[in-house]
C-alpha cells in the first residue's frame, strides 16, 4: 500500500459505527487485517496475543499471521490518521499530538531538575509513526556486546529480510522486505546546508562513507530514513500493508490493563471486563516504557517495590524495570546564516557524521547531525531564522535510570527517571561533541552560509561555564531501551524468567543501545524473534 491507502482502511472501524455502538461488523482492511474496535468482535480462539502495535508488534503480526497462526493484535491508540504522519518534513508536529502518549521524565538533578518530554506513539505503528524516520543499525561492535545469539552476525540477515533498499540488495542490504528504507545518496533533491556539512566534514579530516548502514558505518555520509516516495513507510504501513489474507485481528483503542498469571503461567492478558487468553503465548510488544509496567502491574518485578504498593510477586525480578538507557542529544551549536536556508524535504537532518574512534573496531560514541532548521532547547535561549544547527549525540552514555510504578492503578503513566547526565563521563564526551561540532561548523564550506556562531559562542572559551552550558542544551533523543534487558529479565529466546506462556518483544529487550536510531534494531529483533517463534 502505498502513502496510506492503509490510513484509510485503518480508520473505517474507528470513524464508523464501531465507536458508537460497539456491535457494528469488523472492518476488513486491504491488507487482510480484521480492524476491531470492540472486544465484543473478537474470534474464540486465537494462537497468540501481542501487546502493542508499534514496530515489533506489527513485525510479529505479519510474520506469524502469514505462517497461519491466528493473531490478535491489541493497540491502545488508533489509526495514524493525521495527515503529518506521511509528510517526512512535519514530523516534529507528531510529538505532542493526540498520536503521542506525552509521557514526561521525573525531574532530572543532571539537567537542573528539569523534566524532559518522553514521546511515544499512541497509534498503529507505535513510535514508528511519531519519530524523525531515521532508519540505520549502526556500528557492529555495539551489538556484538550483546549476549550470544544476538550479536551483529546473527542480526544482519534479518536487517536484510526486514528492507527494501533504495540502492538495492548487497552484502549489507536486503532488495525485498516489507519496509522501504531510502538512502539520501540516492536523491537529488537534497539541502543544500547539508551539502556544505559534507565538504566540511571532510575539510575536518572525517573521512566520507557512501553508504553509512553498509560495510563502513562510520564518517560522514547521507542520512537513510524509513521512507518511500517521500512519504514515510512506518511499520503498520509496510508490515499490517503487506500481510495479505491471514487470520489477524487488530483491536484499536483498547488498554491492557495487565497479565493473568496462574501458577507460574501467563494465561492471558486484563481487559476492561474480560481476560483474553491465547492458546500458545502472550508476547508483550508495549515498549521500554509500558512492558516493565505492565509486567510490575501483574506482580513480575522487583518483589519488595511491588508488595509496598499491594501487589502480589508473580516473579521476584529486581531488574524488570531498571538499566533504563537513552541516547542523549545537545541542541546545540548553532549559526545565524547569510541568506534564507532551503526546507529539507525530508527529516530536516539530510547528512549525518558518525564520528569515528581511533580503534577502527570500536562503535562510534558521537554522531554530529546537520539539521536546517533553527532547533535549540529553550533554556538555551532563542534562535531565530534563517539559521542551522549542528547538534552533537551522544551514543554511549554510562547513565541509567528505572521505570517504576505510580501506583497499582492501572492507567496510571509510569515513573520515567533516566537520571541523564548522573555519570561525569557524558558531560565530557557531550563536550567532545560540541568542540567537533564547531570545527566543523567553523569550516570553509560553510563561509557562504554561515553569517556567525549564535551559540555556544565566545562563552565556549571558559571550560568552567562549559557543564552549565551543556546542562541547559542537553535533551534527549527518546531511545529508551533496556529495562527488560536479555539475560536479566528475558532469557535468550525472549521468554519471561519464571513465567511460561510470555515473552517480551520491544526496545526494553535491548542489552545495549545501539550506535545509531533504535528503530532499525528493534525491527530486526522482532524479525529474528519471529523465527524463535515458528521454529518452537
Known amino acids: 500500500m502505498g502513502g496510506f491507502k492503509r490510513r484509510t482502511a485503518l480508520g473505517t472501524a474507528a470513524a464508523g459505527g464501531l465507536a458508537l455502538s460497539g456491535l457494528a461488523p469488523p472492518a476488513r482492511a486491504a491488507s487482510g487485517v480484521r480492524t476491531l474496535g470492540s472486544p ?16 515489533a508488534g506489527c513485525v510479529l503480526a505479519h510474520r506469524l499471521g502469514r505462517a497461519g497462526r491466528r493473531v490478535l493484535l491489541v493497540e491502545a491508540g488508533g489509526p495514524a490518521d493525521l495527515a503529518a504522519v506521511a509528510n517526512p518534513p512535519q514530523w516534529p508536529k507528531l510529538q505532542g499530538s493526540a498520536l503521542d502518549w506525552r509521557y514526561s521524565t521525573t525531574p532530572q538533578p543532571g539537567l537542573g531538575d528539569r523534566t524532559i518530554t518522553c ?5 498503529v505503528g507505535g513510535s514508528s509513526v511519531i519519530n524523525a524516520l531515521a532508519y540505520q543499525r549502526g556500528h557492529p561492535a555495539a551489538y556484538d556486546r550483546w549476549p550470544p545469539g544476538w550479536r551483529h552476525a546473527d542480526l544482519l540477515p534479518y536487517f536484510k529480510r526486514a528492507e527494501t533498499f533504495s540502492g538495492g540488495a548487497d552484502a549489507w542490504h536486503g532488495g525485498a522486505g ?10 537529488t533533491d537534497r539541502t543544500p546546508v547539508a ?14 562513507t557512501p553508504d553509512l548502514g553498509g560495510e563502513n558505518t562510520t564518517g560522514v555520509g547521507w542520512n537513510q530514513l524509513s521512507v518511500r516516495g517521500h512519504r514515510r513507510d512506518d511499520a503498520a504501513t509496510a508490515y499490517l500493508g503487506t500481510l495479505g489474507d491471514a487470520p489477524v485481528d487488530l ?10 498469571i496462574e501458577r507460574g503461567r501467563c494465561r492471558g492478558v486484563r481487559l476492561a471486563g474480560r481476560v483474553v487468553r491465547p492458546e500458545v503465548e502472550v508476547l508483550l510488544c508495549a515498549g521500554a516504557i509500558d512492558s516493565p509496567r505492565l509486567l510490575m502491574l501483574s506482580g513480575i518485578g522487583p518483589a519488595d517495590e511491588l508488595r509496598a504498593l499491594g501487589i502480589g510477586i508473580a516473579a521476584d525480578l529486581p531488574d524488570v524495570g531498571r538499566h533504563l538507557e537513552d541516547h542523549l542529544l545537545l541542541a546545540g551549536v548553532a549559526y545565524q546564516t547569510r541568506r534564507d536556508v532551503p526546507a529539507s524535504r525530508y527529516n530536516h537532518a539530510d547528512a549525518l557524521l558518525y564520528v569515528p574512534q581511533a580503534n577502527a573496531g570500536e562503535s562510534p560514541d558521537l554522531l554530529i547531525m546537520c539539521l536546517s532548521l533553527p532547533f535549540v532547547r529553550p533554556t538555551v535561549g532563542p534562535l531565530a531564522s534563517p539559521a542551522y544547527v549542528l547538534v552533537p549525540c551522544h ?3 554510562r547513565s541509567r535510570g528505572s521505570v517504576k510504578l505510580a501506583s497499582r492503578n492501572p492507567l496510571a503513566p509510569a515513573l520515567i527517571d533516566p537520571d541523564y547526565l548522573s555519570e561525569p563521563d557524558d558531560l565530557d564526551v557531550l563536550a567532545r561533541g560540541v568542540d567537533i561540532a564547531r570545527e566543523v561548523g567553523a569550516a570553509a564550506a560553510f563561509d557562504d552560509w554561515r553569517e556567525k556562531e549564535i551559540y555556544p559562542g565566545p562563552g565556549w572559551a571558559n571550560a568552567a561555564g562549559r557543564p552549565d ?5 542537553t535533551d534527549s533523543f527518546h531511545h529508551p531501551v533496556g529495562t527488560c534487558r536479555i539475560g536479566a529479565v528475558v532469557d535468550e529466546a525472549l521468554r519471561v524468567k519464571g513465567i511460561a506462556g ?3 518483544i520491544d526496545a526494553s529487550v535491548l542489552p545495549g543501545l545501539p550506535a545509531a536510531m533504535i528503530n532499525a534494531a528493534v525491527t530486526t529483533v522482532a524479525e529474528k524473534a519471529s523465527d524463535l517463534l515458528l521454529g518452537g
Open 395 to 397: 551514543l554511549r552514555p
Open 469 to 473: 552550558f551543556i546542562r541547559r542544551a
Open 178 to 187: 516489507p519496509l522501504h528504507v531510502l538512502s539520501l545518496a540516492d536523491v
Open 119 to 123: 514521546p511515544r506513539g499512541k497509534a
Open 502 to 504: 510470555l515473552r517480551v
Open 40 to 55: 465484543e468482535q473478537l474470534r474464540s480462539t486465537y494462537d497468540y496475543v501481542i501487546v502493542g502495535a508499534g514496530s
Open 195 to 208: 551539502e556544505a556539512f559534507m565538504a566540511a566534514a571532510q575539510q575536518s579530516g572525517f573521512p566520507m
Open 251 to 260: 483491536l484499536i483503542g483498547t488498554e491492557v490493563l495487565g497479565l493473568e
